[in-house]
Every structure is written in structure tokens, then in C-alpha cells.
């Protein structure tokens, strides 16, 4: 299995509050097919779909909260990190945590979306964000 | 916000059974810096933390179950699909649902880590895999 993922599906209760979530941010569909939203983030996807549908179709029970993952977006100075936190509550998501210095030597802030998948906004000095929107560890 | 993501980290119980288990799969950790395993994931990194600093760190309540998120990895024909969905239970994960033909044209199967994390293994005919690792709704 290669060290790659080609797909990332967010489940949701209400396709279309989150779809204006994710357009607020600044994010537009490149796909939208029966019920399912597709954005060509960088060399993946993220798609929305049906929460139940996508419990059934992963063979899930869905505990109904989060579940253990965690999405991260990197920017290359912690002004990105607080300017995207200041238009989260506008959009229709929640800031959980502010913007504030790690103890990993970066800096960042977590906010949840409309279903309460929780995204990590950071900035990592010992990571390069390229022109093409790759994250890499060196 | 850019239309991409950065890092998605799977929280795990035992770092050690989780690293064995990616590394069965073929995965080669870039780096391991305090308890968290960084895979460098073509364009993205994806990470391995203990679950309850994940949670803490996220501001989130673990529900200790599947949380509405599921990891899709596509291949470029159905024999791969099932060529890494028959080595799943021998690295210390489970197949879910074996591989077989979708509803939407395609073929895939699931199969979920030691901790529950799901992946779903997929050929889609309408989408793309690059040589360089990405996947393209093109």
C-alpha cells in the first residue's frame, strides 16, 4: 500500500450548513454528486457527505462525537493562523482554541465545524508549506 | 483558507501496535519526535499520537468509537484493491467489507486499523492517481 491518501470524507447531518461552512472559508466544490460534495484540496480530496451513509458504508458505529482524528491546515506565519481562526465563528464553526504558541516550537489553534470534525490551523517552522500547497516534513 | 489540507492524525492506544501495523502495510515513518509517528503521505503527512493528548490537544470529547471520519486510499485497478485488503488481516487489522463492485461505478472494500481508524480501498474509474502520488477528481 503506497504512503499516500487519495480521499478524506467528512461525514455531516446537514449537507447544505456545511457546504456554506466550507464556501465561507473560502472553499468552492469542484463536484457535487448525489448528495456528495467533492473539493480537490491540494493532490486529495475532501468530500461531504451523509453521516449515516457514510457510517454504513465505512461498516462504522457511529459513537455520534469525534472520533479520534484530527485535520490539520499549515500556513506559513501564525498572522494566517489567527486571520483564518478570526473568520471561523462568522463562517458557522467554533474556535476551541485560540491561537497561542505550542510547546512543540510552532504556533496554533483548533476550530470545529458545523458536525464538529475538529481542524488544527498551525504554523510549524520546521515544516515547508510549497507554492503548490504541499506540507513536507523537511 | 487554501483549498487543501496539511496533516490528518489518527489517534492511537498503543503507538507501537499502530507503527507495526502501517509498517506491515508498507508505510516508513519520515520521523518520530516524542510519541508522534510523521509519515510523509505524498503531499500530506499523516500522523500517529497517543488518542487522549489527540483529544486533549483538539479540545474534543472522546467519544471512543468512529467519529464520522473515513481515510480512502485509492489504487488504479480492483486486483490492487484486493491485493492489499488480503494482506489487512495478517498486519493486525480487520476487513470490513471485502472488496466488491459500488453502487457509483467503481470497486472497493474497508478495512479498519488497530484502533478502529477506517479506510476504504478504492478504484474510481472517473478519477485519477498520478504517478507522483496524487489523486484528482479530473
Known amino acids: 500500500m503506497d504512503q499516500r491518501l487519495s480521499l478524506v470524507t467528512l461525514g455531516v447531518r446537514d449537507l447544505e450548513r456545511s457546504l456554506t461552512f466550507y464556501r465561507g472559508l473560502g472553499w468552492e466544490p469542484d463536484r457535487i454528486v448525489e448528495g456528495t460534495?467533492?473539493?480537490?484540496?491540494?493532490?486529495?480530496?475532501?468530500a461531504l457527505w451523509d453521516r449515516e451513509l457514510l457510517a454504513e458504508d465505512s461498516v462504522a458505529?457511529?459513537?455520534?462525537?469525534?472520533?479520534?482524528?484530527?485535520?490539520?491546515?499549515?500556513v506559513s506565519t501564525p498572522a494566517e493562523v489567527d486571520s483564518i481562526l478570526d473568520s471561523i465563528e462568522d463562517a458557522g464553526g467554533q474556535v476551541r482554541r485560540r491561537g497561542a504558541p505550542t510547546e512543540w516550537g510552532g504556533y496554533s489553534g483548533v476550530f470545529t465545524d458545523p458536525d464538529g470534525h475538529a481542524w488544527e490551523i498551525a504554523h510549524n517552522p520546521f515544516w515547508r508549506v510549497t507554492e503548490e500547497g504541499a506540507t513536507l516534513l523537511d
Request: zero cysteines; charged letters at 5%.
Open 37 to 46: 460534495v467533492f473539493f480537490q484540496a491540494g493532490a486529495i480530496v475532501v
Open 61 to 74: 458505529v457511529d459513537s455520534g462525537g469525534w472520533g479520534g482524528i484530527t485535520l490539520a491546515h499549515n
